[in-house]
C-alpha cells in the first residue's frame, strides 16, 4: 500500500497542502514547529480514523484559522491494485450569538464525518481502509505509561485487520458503562443485586472476542518484535532479548468478583484491564531499562506491527518514522535504515538531515517546511 496524494485544509497549523507522493523513501525535513508532526499525524489519522495527540478533536482544527472552522484530511492511496480515498472531516459546533460551542480547554467541539469513496462510513466500517504504522518521539510511552497505552497498540493494529473488533470494544464498553451504573444504583439502595445477571453475561459475551484477538495478535507480534530487536542489537552487539506477553484480566469470573465490585462500585475484572508486559531479557524494560534501549525496544514493536500487518494481508502499511533517528545511536540508525528500505512507501521527517542514514539517491522524494510551505528539495 502507498499513498499518492494528500490534502490537507485548517489541519493545525496548516492552512492549505495538496501533495503528491510515490512509492518508496520519502523524507521531509523541516525546523521545530515546521509542521513536520502535524504532517505525520494527519497521515495516520486516515488510517487510525483519530488523532493520537490531541485530548479533543478540536484541537485539530487550525488555531488561527477564521470562520467557517472546518478542517478537512483527504489520502488517495493504491491498495491492492486499487485505488481508495479516505477523507476525514471535522466541523465546528456553533453555539448561537457566542459563536463557536468550546470546551473548557479552549478547543471548540467538533462534528466529525468520515467518507470512504465519497461514500460517508462509521469509524468502525472505515478503519483500514488505509492502513498505517506511526512511531513518534512519544512512544517511549509503549513502554513507561499506563496500560490503556499498550491496549491501545494491540486494539489498533488489530482494528486495521477486523472491522468487527472495534465494534466488539464498543459493545463491551456499553455494556461496562451499564454494570458500573447498575453497582453504583446498588450501592445506593436503588437496584437489586439479582439485576447483575443480565450484565455479567452480556459483559463476559462481549469480552470474549476481544480477548481472544488480542491473545493472538499479541503472540504473534512477540516473536516478530523480538526478531526486529535482535536485528537492532546495541551497540555493543549484545543480544537482548524483547518479548511481549498479553494477561489478560479474566483470572476471576464477574460473578467470583462481585463482592470487590459491589464495593468499589465499579467492574474490575475485564478487557479494560488487560496488560501487556514489555520485558528485556526477563525484566520490565520500563524499570530496567536505559531511554536507549527503551527506544529500540519501543521501534522494534512498531517495525512488528507493520510486518503482523503486511502477513496478515498481503499488502504492507504505509511506515511514517517522525524524527525517529534523532536519538538512536549511530550504528542503530543505520540498521533501521535497513530494516525500512523494504518497506513499499516509508515516509519520515527530521529537524536535521544529517542524521538520516539515507543516500540521496535511495531517495524517492526529498522535501522541505519553510514559512509554511513544502518545497521539493533538489
Do not use: C
Not at 123 to 137: E, H, N, W, Y
Not at 216 to 225: D, F, G, N, T, V
Amino acid at each position: 500500500m502507498h499513498l499518492t496524494r494528500l490534502q490537507l485544509s485548517d489541519f493545525r497549523s496548516w492552512s492549505q497542502l495538496d501533495l503528491d507522493l510515490s512509492p518508496g523513501i520519502t523524507l521531509i525535513s523541516g525546523a521545530n514547529a515546521a509542521g513536520k508532526s502535524n504532517l505525520i499525524e494527519a497521515i495516520y489519522m486516515l488510517a487510525s480514523l483519530r488523532s493520537t495527540r490531541a485530548q479533543t478533536e478540536g484541537e485539530l482544527i487550525r488555531w488561527q484559522a477564521d470562520q467557517p472552522q472546518v478542517m478537512r484530511i483527504a489520502g488517495m492511496a493504491v491498495r491492492d491494485s486499487e485505488s481508495v480515498e479516505v477523507e476525514v472531516s471535522l466541523a465546528a459546533r456553533v453555539g448561537g450569538a457566542a459563536g463557536s460551542a468550546r470546551q473548557r480547554s479552549g478547543a471548540p467541539l467538533a462534528n466529525k464525518r468520515i467518507r470512504v469513496n465519497g461514500v460517508a462510513r462509521r469509524a468502525s466500517d472505515a478503519l483500514g481502509a488505509i492502513r498505517a504504522v506511526q512511531f513518534t518521539t512519544f512512544d517511549l510511552d509503549l513502554l513507561t505509561g499506563p496500560s490503556a497505552v499498550r491496549r491501545r497498540y494491540l486494539d489498533v493494529v488489530i482494528g486495521q485487520l477486523q472491522r468487527s473488533h472495534a465494534a466488539n470494544l464498543s459493545r463491551y464498553q456499553r455494556a461496562l458503562t451499564q454494570r458500573n451504573a447498575l453497582l453504583k444504583r446498588i450501592a445506593e439502595r436503588r437496584a437489586g443485586e439479582s439485576e447483575l445477571e443480565h450484565w455479567d453475561d452480556l459483559l463476559q459475551a462481549s469480552a470474549e472476542p476481544i480477548w481472544l484477538a488480542r491473545a493472538e495478535a499479541a503472540a504473534a507480534l512477540s516473536e516478530l518484535a523480538a526478531a526486529r530487536h535482535l536485528a537492532l542489537r546495541s551497540p555493543d552487539g549484545s543480544l537482548e532479548r524483547l518479548t511481549l506477553t498479553y494477561s489478560p484480566a479474566d483470572s476471576q469470573t464477574l460473578r467470583e468478583s462481585r463482592r470487590r465490585d459491589l464495593g468499589r462500585g465499579s467492574t474490575t475484572v475485564g478487557p479494560h484491564r488487560d496488560e501487556l508486559f514489555i520485558d528485556l531479557d526477563g525484566k520490565p524494560a520500563a524499570n530496567f531499562a536505559s531511554r536507549a534501549q527503551q527506544r529500540a525496544a519501543a521501534l522494534s514493536m512498531r517495525l512488528a506491527e507493520a510486518d503482523f500487518l503486511a502477513a496478515e494481508s498481503d499488502d504492507s502499511p504505509i511506515l511514517l518514522l517522525d524524527d525517529v533517528f534523532s536519538e538512536l545511536d549511530p550504528p542503530r540508525r543505520e540498521r533501521t535504515a535497513e530494516a525500512v528500505s523494504a518497506v513499499e512507501q516509508v515516509i519520515m521527517t527530521t529537524a536535521d538531515p544529517d542524521v538520516v542514514p539515507f543516500e540521496p539517491s535511495a531517495l524517492t522524494a526529498s522535501f522541505a517546511i519553510v514559512d509554511g510551505r513544502m518545497l521539493l528539495r533538489a
